[in-house]
């Protein structure tokens, strides 16, 4: 009889530290903290339809847009799970203006976090997958309680990027820059276990693509021509594409990631950056796309390349198996060379 070993989310995290002996240990801090949280937020997005959490708090963060009461919950979780840890310079939330400072009563740390509490979040009365999604930078300021300038930096420099899905089970991807791992809940133990090691998007990859098609009238024509050509309705594709798109980035992502495909936020006439933040959900996906084997960018240049200048730009994004971003560019790139209205 062979027995499986069953790793950890806390072992693999300890055996990868061992790769580095000049680590000091406080990413590995991080990411044990961030598990933590996670486990926390996925006890209360489970039972969200059981107890009266449901339904908007009754005001509008930064974007204008209703929040709810378990994006504030996780928030808050995060926050109080890293506060008082030593890890950390500062963090920002997809839902604060600012960064968000480490209390005085506290010590600090060489790294800022940023993270989405819970994106999707408009899906959660409907019992469809949400997440969280962050970003580990390390500090360049000499404030030792960081500063914006700490948290705007491209995704290149990051140090570690991630996400939770809180889907049929509640699952843990991360990279470090040494491979893309995923580790599912097992709520009866309450560990995460390593269910998804070494994660590769598959090449070629599933035919899907992945947009909100409601956009299309307010798209380039370049990004029509695009979509029509993945229908197989223009052009020489005898081979349709399937489309899926949950309206969850971080489950539209995670399908991307174990089946293949290309997923999509562009600018359009209305938003010309589309409406996904760079630094809070297009980064950290993206370096776990690119250390998966695939590409991410906003249709002329790589995410990860990009200089941020804010802490809440937007960004057009174009991310999955590499061979379908390189299509894209080709539709992209060529309607820049159109005149307007082309
Ligand atoms: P949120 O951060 O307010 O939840 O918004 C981000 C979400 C993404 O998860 C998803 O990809 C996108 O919004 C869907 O937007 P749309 O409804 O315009 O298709
Ligand atoms: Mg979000």
Known sequence: MTSRSVVTVERHITDQERLHPEATGALSDILRHMALSAKI????????????????????NIHGEQVKKLDEFADDVIFAAFDHTGLLCC???????????????????????????????????????????????????????????????????????????????TMMVYTTGNGVHGFTLDPSIGEFLLSHPDIKIPTPGKRIYSVNEGNYGRWSPGQRRLVRYLKGADGDNDKPFSTRYIGSMVSDLHRTLLYGGLFMYPGDAKAPKGKLRLLYECNPMAMLVEHAGGRATDGKRDLLDIEPTSLHQLSPIYIGTKDYVDLAHRFVEEEAAEPVGA
Request: proline share 4%; with cysteine.
């Open 91 to 169: 963090m920002a939330s997809e839902e604060s203006e600012g960064i968000r400072e480490i209390p005085e009563r506290f010590p600090t740390g060489k790294y800022a976090l940023l993270y989405d509490p819970l994106d999707g979040s408009s899906n959660i009365d409907a019992n469809v997958s949400i997440g969280t999604i962050f970003s580990v930078l390390l500090k360049r300021s000499d404030n030792p309680r960081g500063t914006e300038a700490d948290c705007i930096q491209k995704g290149r420099d990051q140090i570690a990027a991630g996400y939770v899905v809180y889907g049929s089970s």
């Open 41 to 60: 937020i996925a006890r209360e997005v489970n039972k969200a339809g059981l107890v009266d959490i449901l339904g908007a708090v009754g005001r509008e």
